[in-house]
């Protein structure tokens, strides 16, 4: 079964500074990786994917992931936060079915990033 | 455009009671998918829906059960609720039920079981 590990609970981090949110996954082969963002009152909003090629990805709002297959991770980066970067950060990892369909998304338990001023 | 919606914002409902939630795609979708989020944790996969047929089914019991419309719409239902019930559920559509599809996400139901 495919599982995903945020080990970071909470992060705090200077506005301007740098970020990196670490994610582990476990699966057989090569999944589809996502990060998503979630805001209070909000859903989820895709920030980034991984399918194939190129192992360093760029989304949306200035973050980029980079796939490292022999560690098993997707770390989600910013070389600059905003304060509007303030909100849990959930890693994703999915992949379908031979037959059809999909197993739909698995998420680790996010990261919430707090920015101080 | 309108985005994935998703009603009641929010419900009360006490234990044993039964609910039904319900969600509308966005236009031109016709995969939906049910997410469970108890507070703290990230989504948990329920059910995938595509054109009417179940394509997908996470591991929760069989209290919970879902169906789709010929409109794409669809509606959540859970029966003897309890406690542990008390979650945000999200919907998410896509145009086909296939990982490499971006899901897109509604806002949630908060449904809250005492």
């Known amino acids: 079964a495919q599982s995903v590990t945020q080990p970071d609970i909470h992060i705090t981090v200077s506005e301007g500074a740098s970020l990196e949110l670490r994610c582990n996954y476990s699966y057989g082969a090569t999944p589809y990786l996502f990060w998503y963002v979630q805001s209070p009152g909000q859903g989820l909003q895709l920030l980034l994917k991984y399918f194939s090629g190129d192992t360093l990805v760029q989304g949306i709002k200035g973050f980029e992931a980079e796939f490292k297959r022999s560690q098993s991770s997707f770390n989600l980066r910013k070389p600059s936060v905003h304060w509007s970067d303030a909100a849990e950060y959930f890693c994703?990892?999915?992949?379908?079915?031979?037959?059809?369909?999909?197993?739909?998304?698995?998420f680790g338990k996010g990261t919430h990033l707090i920015i101080q001023p | 455009d309108a985005g994935v919606t998703q009603s009641p914002t929010h419900l009360i409902k006490t234990r044993g009671q039964h609910v039904t939630l319900r969600c509308s795609p966005i236009?031109?979708?016709?995969?939906v998918s049910w997410y469970q989020q108890v507070l703290g944790q990230g989504p948990q996969f329920i059910f995938q829906y595509y054109e009417k047929e179940e394509r997908g089914r996470g591991n929760f019991p069989d209290r919970f059960s879902a169906r789709q419309f010929p409109n794409y719409s669809s509606e959540l239902n859970v029966n003897a609720l309890l406690l542990g019930d008390s979650a945000l559920y999200l919907c998410a559509s896509s145009l086909a039920p296939l990982t490499g599809y971006e899901q897109y996400f509604g806002p949630g139901t908060r449904l809250t079981v005492t």
């Open positions: 994703a990892v999915g992949a379908d079915r031979s037959g059809g369909g999909a197993d739909g998304l698995t």
């Open positions: 236009s031109g979708h016709k995969s």
